[in-house]
DNA sequence: GTCTAATGCGCG
DNA sequence: AAAGCGCGCATTAGAC
């Protein structure tokens, strides 16, 4: 593609900013409307004219660690609609401009084409409007024609590889205004970017022309991605829909029980520091800095402890892992004092996992105490998705203090509901192995009976773990060498274990090789996901992780359709959690298994629901009154509107 | 000290 | 023949 020199052109006015400015790449002639000297009536008839704008905003700078446009600083100084070859910028500061942004955003007949949903819920956080299944998102669009994060799905990415470079260009052109007006003292590393988003003025030209082209070329862009997605249209139906009801998640935010939060941190934080403490009081250097390890590593030496992990440089490896394995096999052979500094270096490196993730709880937290988590609802390749901003996917499961920090809105309750094995279930589905269908079918635990079918009923505690590990590794395509590894026996033994359960479940072991050897995965849903090359083994996972996820949104869509009183809560991958009224807890309960358990190519797909109360994580009786009382102490919360659907919060 | 890449560890 | 899969993010380690 070649890349004519920008043109640009300014339409003279009478004094002072120009009223629209005029670019051309590529051929491609396009106007942007500045809100220096907005006109109401023109504003009006391009609308009219538009059944599908581009939309797209400039916002003050954002943190990503704190609650972004929850945040109460949070502002949008600039939002565009933008045709294909038109855009309009306009300033809600501005009273009039303001008024035709709502009743634009507002319209119900109206749709829009945004990259990504930052632009939704920005909408929401700045005009209480929340877009739902109005707007369509080219990211996910793209996600869908190459699941492949690395494949590059930014705006100015896509715009390049499909229109053409006008928008890196306008990009350039602004950060170089940022970088020039940005005042002494905000110009250091990124400064001058956040200041450049929060005080570059609205009616400067690079920024508005920046600002409008976005919304042009988002517009732009919407067609062309379309005609890619041609073969999975009902795809793309569903994905929208999902996308509207994460927004609705992430408007909604979920309630930290703050109390608790900072109590329980206020506690792991005390022993944390006792810890340091004793450790550098002693020692004269702090727990955490290289010179624990060279000290630690001596101390071994001396006491005849070698052939310890170490990191490249030859440094003694502390991590976690490593010093519990230490304690367990050589802390006999060291004296008490060392005994005792090694316990308290394993006490701070338990604890710091905790502090790191209740101090990113309380950072995310708004000032009505939701943290607002963003769901990027296609984010692995076989669709998966990820939660960040906190990562609620990746807490401690066995430390239930951590989940604990959650809890339903008053009045509401959590419910949980997950899959039982639904990987296995989708591989016998999808390979038709008669032999494991026939065990799913009977009804009894899967892994008792491959162990049985591979050792005889009289098969040992051992037998049935090995053979377990065995089956997840055959999903995830893992050879002998894995196998042994995880299990310590040796690798002819973990060959010969693997070598039975191919005897076992021949079709399946048919199945993968049959996918390994595909450059692409094509799903039953009909989602594509181009194979590595490298890794054609790894075809089977993505198969059945990516079905398995499918299932998942079948599911949640049946049950979210039938049953709006009931709110999305959080997605844990195999797992959904919704907050009902506690009145109706049991119904919900029953409705959302009925409508997860279901049947897959004749293979039953089982599920288990649980009312989980008032608060995500269970403690034990006697962890429940350790940090400070958190029952009563909610304040009053004002509920914020339904953003499910296309609703206004006013 | 500051930055980045690799590693470790959490979940499924 | 051999190959564990998919994530997020704090910590660690090493370069500058």
Same mark, same amino acid.
């Given at each position: 593609?070649?890349? $004519?020199?920008?043109?640009?052109?300014?339409?003279?006015?009478?004094? !002072?900013?120009?009223?629209?400015?005029?670019?051309?790449?590529?051929?491609?002639?396009?106007?942007?409307?500045?809100?220096?000297?907005?006109?109401?009536?023109?504003?009006?008839?391009?609308?009219?004219?538009?059944?599908?704008?581009?939309?797209?905003?400039?916002?003050?700078?954002?943190?990503?660690?704190?609650?972004?446009?929850?945040?109460?600083?949070?502002?949008?100084?600039?939002?565009?609609? =933008?045709?294909?070859?038109?855009?309009?910028?306009?300033? $809600?500061?501005? $009273?009039?401009?303001?008024?035709?942004?709502?009743?634009?955003?507002?319209?119900?007949?109206?749709?829009?084409?945004?990259?990504?949903?930052?632009?939704? %819920?920005?909408?929401?956080?700045?005009?209480?409007?929340?877009?739902?299944?109005?707007?369509?998102?080219?990211?996910?669009?793209?996600?869908?024609?190459?699941?492949?994060?690395?494949? !590059?799905?930014? &705006?100015?990415?896509?715009? =390049?590889?499909?229109?053409?470079?006008? %928008?890196?260009?306008?990009?350039?052109?602004?950060?170089?205004?940022?970088?020039?007006?940005?005042?002494?003292?905000?110009?250091?590393?990124?400064?001058? %970017?956040?200041?450049?988003?929060?005080?570059?003025?609205?009616?400067?030209?690079?920024?508005?022309?920046?600002? =409008?082209?976005?919304?042009?070329?988002?517009?732009?862009?919407?067609?062309?991605?379309?005609?890619?997605?041609?073969?999975?249209?009902?795809?793309?139906?569903?994905?929208?829909?999902?996308?509207?009801?994460?927004?609705?998640?992430?408007?909604?935010?979920?309630?930290?029980?703050?109390?608790?939060?900072?109590?329980?941190?206020?506690?792991?934080? =005390?022993?944390?520091?006792?810890?340091?403490?004793?450790?550098?009081?002693?020692?004269?250097?702090?727990?955490?800095?290289?010179?624990?390890?060279?000290?630690?590593?001596?101390?071994?030496?001396?006491?005849?402890?070698?052939?310890?992990?170490?990191?490249?440089?030859?440094?003694?490896?502390?991590?976690?892992?490593?010093?519990?394995?230490?304690?367990?096999?050589?802390?006999?052979?060291?004296?008490?004092?060392?005994?005792?500094?090694?316990?308290?270096?394993?006490?701070?490196?338990?604890?710091?996992?905790?502090?790191?993730?209740?101090?990113?709880?309380?950072?995310?937290?708004?000032?009505?105490?939701?943290?607002?988590?963003?769901?990027?609802?296609?984010?692995?390749?076989?669709?998966?998705?990820?939660?960040?901003?906190?990562?609620?996917?990746?807490?401690?499961?066995?430390?239930?203090?951590?989940?604990?920090?959650?809890?339903?809105?008053?009045?509401?309750?959590?419910?949980?509901?997950?899959?039982?094995?639904?990987?296995?279930?989708?591989?016998?589905?999808?390979?038709?192995?008669?032999?494991?269908?026939?065990?799913?079918?009977?009804?009894?635990?899967?892994?008792?009976?491959?162990?049985?079918?591979?050792?005889?009923?009289?098969?040992?505690?051992?037998?049935?773990?090995?053979?377990?590990?065995?089956?997840?590794?055959?999903?995830?395509?893992?050879?002998?060498?894995?196998?042994?590894?995880?299990?310590?026996?040796?690798?002819?033994?973990?060959?010969?274990?693997?070598?039975?359960?191919?005897?076992?479940?021949?079709?399946?072991?048919?199945?993968?090789?049959?996918?390994?050897?595909?450059?692409?995965?094509?799903?039953?849903?009909?989602?594509?996901?181009?194979?590595?090359?490298?890794?054609?083994?790894?075809?089977?996972?993505?198969?059945?992780?990516?079905?398995?996820?499918?299932?998942?949104?079948?599911?949640?869509?049946?049950?979210?359709?039938?049953?709006?009183?009931?709110? &999305?809560?959080?997605?844990?991958?195999?797992?959904?959690?919704?907050?009902?009224?506690?009145?109706?807890?049991?119904?919900?309960?029953?409705?959302?298994?009925?409508?997860?358990?279901?049947?897959?190519?004749?293979?039953?797909?089982?599920?288990?629901?649980?009312?989980?109360?008032?608060?995500?994580?269970?403690?034990?009786?006697?962890?429940?009154?350790?940090?400070?009382?958190?029952?009563?102490?909610? $304040?009053? %919360?004002?509920?914020? !509107?339904?953003?499910?659907?296309?609703?206004?919060?006013?």
């Amino acid at each position: 593609m070649t890349t $004519p020199p920008t043109t640009p052109a300014t339409v003279p006015t009478v004094s !002072g900013s120009a009223a629209c400015y005029v670019r051309e790449h590529a051929g491609h002639t396009m106007t942007i409307h500045s809100p220096a000297r907005f006109e109401l009536a023109a504003f009006a008839r391009f609308t009219a004219g538009e059944a599908m704008l581009g939309l797209d905003v400039e916002t003050s700078a954002i943190d990503d660690k704190g609650p972004r446009q929850f945040d109460a600083a949070f502002t949008v100084r600039l939002v565009q609609f =933008g045709s294909p070859a038109e855009a309009w910028v306009l300033d $809600p500061s501005d $009273p009039t401009q303001r008024a035709a942004i709502y009743a634009t955003l507002a319209d119900p007949a109206r749709r829009f084409v945004t990259h990504t949903t930052y632009d939704p %819920l920005a909408v929401w956080a700045a005009f209480g409007i929340a877009l739902g299944q109005r707007v369509i998102d080219t990211h996910l669009l793209s996600k869908l024609i190459d699941p492949d994060e690395r494949a !590059g799905h930014g &705006l100015k990415e896509l715009t =390049g590889r499909h229109l053409d470079d006008g %928008l890196k260009h306008a990009e350039a052109a602004l950060h170089a205004r940022m970088r020039a007006l940005a005042p002494v003292g905000h110009r250091a590393g990124n400064a001058w %970017l956040t200041w450049g988003w929060n005080h570059l003025p609205a009616t400067d030209e690079t920024y508005v022309v920046y600002a =409008g082209l976005d919304a042009v070329y988002v517009r732009r862009l919407l067609p062309v991605l379309l005609r890619h997605c041609l073969d999975f249209t009902h795809l793309v139906r569903m994905e929208q829909w999902l996308a509207a009801r994460a927004t609705g998640i992430t408007i909604r935010g979920l309630l930290l029980d703050r109390p608790y939060t900072t109590a329980l941190l206020d506690q792991i934080r =005390g022993e944390h520091h006792a810890a340091e403490t004793r450790i550098h009081q002693t020692l004269g250097f702090p727990g955490g800095s290289p010179r624990f390890a060279a000290w630690l590593d001596d101390q071994l030496r001396a006491a005849g402890v070698t052939d310890l992990p170490r990191t490249p440089t030859g440094r003694l490896q502390v991590t976690a892992d490593t010093l519990t394995a230490l304690t367990d096999r050589h802390a006999g052979a060291l004296p008490p004092q060392v005994r005792e500094l090694l316990a308290a270096r394993q006490v701070m490196a338990r604890t710091s996992n905790l502090i790191a993730n209740l101090t990113a709880f309380l950072r995310a937290a708004d000032t009505a105490g939701r943290v607002h988590p963003q769901i990027n609802t296609l984010r692995a390749k076989t669709a998966r998705m990820s939660i960040t901003g906190p990562a609620l996917q990746t807490l401690k499961k066995h430390d239930p203090r951590l989940r604990h920090c959650f809890r339903a809105d008053p009045g509401h309750v959590l419910i949980s509901c997950d899959f039982s094995q639904v990987e296995v279930r989708v591989a016998a589905a999808l390979s038709g192995d008669p032999t494991l269908r026939r065990v799913i079918a009977s009804g009894t635990d899967i892994h008792d009976a491959t162990a049985a079918l591979m050792y005889g009923p009289g098969y040992t505690k051992e037998q049935r773990t090995i053979s377990k590990r065995c089956t997840f590794g055959t999903l995830y395509g893992g050879g002998a060498t894995a196998l042994a590894g995880q299990t310590g026996v040796t690798p002819e033994v973990a060959r010969q274990v693997i070598d039975r359960w191919q005897s076992t479940y021949p079709r399946v072991i048919a199945y993968t090789k049959r996918l390994a050897g595909q450059s692409e995965v094509i799903t039953p849903s009909g989602r594509r996901i181009p194979a590595d090359p490298a890794r054609g083994y790894a075809n089977g996972n993505y198969m059945v992780q990516s079905t398995a996820r499918d299932l998942l949104l079948a599911a949640v869509y049946t049950f979210a359709t039938a049953h709006p009183e009931a709110k &999305l809560w959080l997605f844990v991958h195999d797992e959904v959690i919704i907050q009902a009224p506690e009145h109706d807890a049991g119904r919900l309960r029953d409705a959302l298994q009925q409508a997860m358990t279901t049947t897959f190519r004749g293979v039953p797909i089982v599920a288990e629901a649980e009312v989980l109360g008032t608060h995500w994580g269970h403690l034990p009786d006697d962890m429940g009154s350790q940090p400070a009382s958190f029952a009563a102490s909610t $304040p009053a %919360l004002t509920a914020p !509107g339904d953003p499910d659907g296309t609703s206004l919060r006013h």
